[in-house]
């Protein structure tokens, strides 16, 4: 007598990574380029001890510009302030003036 068996395997199912938000890298200005009292388009710090503005660099000349495709992704962004590392929604950006925080 045989004993009959599936045809498919029961083993474990085949895992497939779930497709995260596209995480991209954005260049920040440093804090040396920065003006008091100019608005730049960027984040404040989501640090709730800095708070300062996190302003995106302009694009090189002849390069792409600062201003990826219209979907609304993530960005990882440290503060170049406090170090903070955090995801930032690029809709997310506006433009803030910037005031440096006095010692």
Known sequence: MAIKRPSKSRGT??????????????EVRAKH???PGEVYEGWLCKSASCGLVIAIAPA???GKSA??????HLSVIKCPYCGNEDLYRWNARGKHPYTPKSA
């Open 13 to 26: 199912p085949v895992r497939r990574p779930v497709s995260s938000a596209a995480v991209r890298h954005v």
């Open 33 to 35: 380029q920065m003006v």
């Open 60 to 62: 090189p000349e002849g």
């Open 67 to 72: 201003s990826p495709e219209s979907d609304d």
